[in-house]
């Protein structure tokens, strides 16, 4: 049985950190590529960040360069997102997402992904 649970979302203030975790379970974690997609109120689901099953493949999105960094650790099959210098802008759900790949292959599109958890909200206020 699938299970993708994250964690580590909360309140915080602009400028504060969080760092999301994504602890799955049956899905041969470390034979693929992962990936943190969020999604705010009112708009489309959006790639955040992806790491290959290895870890020495990561992209990210241009709002996360500099701010978050994604990694793993295939030990533990969890996945996660450290985000720094968090802006209002990023308040979301966030997700993680199993890619049907090993290396991010067209990592932002959404439809790359078969298996996604339940989200963790973030919310960031000034």
């Known amino acids: 049985r699938v299970q993708m649970v994250e964690s580590g979302g909360d309140s915080v203030q602009v400028g504060g950190s969080l760092r999301l975790s994504c602890t799955t379970s049956?899905?041969?974690?470390?034979?693929?590529?992962m990936a943190w997609f969020r999604q705010a109120p009112g708009k489309e689901r959006e790639g955040v960040s992806c790491i290959s099953r290895s870890g020495t493949i990561v992209y990210y999105a241009d709002s996360a360069k500099g701010r978050f960094t994604i990694s793993r650790d295939n030990s533990k099959d969890t996945l996660y997102l450290q985000m720094n210098s968090l802006k209002p802008e990023d308040t979301a759900m966030y997700y993680c997402?199993?890619?049907?790949?090993?290396?991010?292959?067209?990592?932002?599109?959404?439809?790359?992904?078969?298996?996604w958890g339940q989200g963790t909200q973030v919310t960031v206020s000034s």
């Open positions: 049956g899905l041969t974690f470390p034979d693929y590529s």
């Open positions: 997402a199993r890619a049907r790949t090993a290396y991010c292959l067209s990592w932002s599109d959404s439809n790359e992904y078969n298996y």
